[in-house]
């Protein structure tokens, strides 16, 4: 499926199952709504599955940047526009966290329940926001996607999957050889240019998962706690195999964990508030 998001870019949507809670998936950066083939699988059973590939990356369209977290929210809320649905529960990895954070400040009232999958609420260091201004500026010289996957593939898993599956990094590489080098700078752009979220985590009141790697390299354990402890009805969940990637490197875990973690949510629609 194909929807119009913010300024008008199309967004290509995937959706699967039915049920009375619709679940949002959100990939990070640089990877595409492939990352969540297998926990979609279980997800569909019991709910509606929508996976939109944000802006410029996957199969949806490039357009000029940067990426503001505030337009990838306002994507995520066109699509669920178009399927008639008015309330979601997002879950986000990574840089689809910090989406879904976004999403949680504009549109407060659409949200049933969170998921941070090893993201985080700190903005970019001027350090990180400057290798990001580099890594940018170099995709759009050479206008291949081997610096991404030089930059990220290795980075995104556990030494452990890295030694004993090396099928799983080819796999990601894969998944990052098919993302524009152009929509790739500009969500790069965004990402330095995004706020922290630090501010608006005590006042969300929904249900909130920080589900972790114990072998993050990128999001820490200890971030991680300390994310979840910033929520008012936050839960940590720990992937004690993974790397950033639980839902490639652990995904009957990961999947069970998030159909547990939902399976406890009454939709704010049938809660009154």
Sequence with gaps: MQVLGDGGIRIDVDIAGSGEQSIVLLAGFPLSRKIWDETVQQLATAHRVVRPDLRGMGTSAVSDGPYLMESLAGDVAAVLDALGIQQATLVGHSLGG???????????????????????????????A?????????????????????????????????????????????????????????????????????????????????LSGALDAVVTLD???????????GTLVIARHSGHLP????????????EEWIGKITPASESGS
């Design 130 to 210: 400057k290798d990001r201004e580099r890594l940018a500026e170099r995709l759009l010289l050479e206008d291949e996607p081997d610096a991404l996957v030089s930059a990220y593939a290795a980075r995104l898993l556990s030494s452990e999957t890295k030694e004993r599956r090396p099928e799983i990094l080819e796999r990601v590489s894969e998944i990052i050889r098919g993302i524009d080098p152009r929509g790739a700078a500009a969500m790069l752009r965004g990402m330095a240019a995004r706020s922290a979220s630090d501010d608006i985590a005590p006042e969300i009141g929904v249900p909130v998962l920080v």
């Design 98 to 128: 910090y989406v879904a954070l976004a999403f949680a400040r504009m549109f407060t009232e659409r949200l049933d329940a969170l998921a941070l999958v090893c993201s985080r609420l700190s903005a970019d260091t001027p350090a990180q």
């Design 247 to 258: 839902m490639i490197e652990e995904p009957s875990f990961t999947a069970a964990a998030l």
């Design 223 to 233: 971030e991680a706690r300390s994310t979840a402890s910033a929520f008012p009805r």
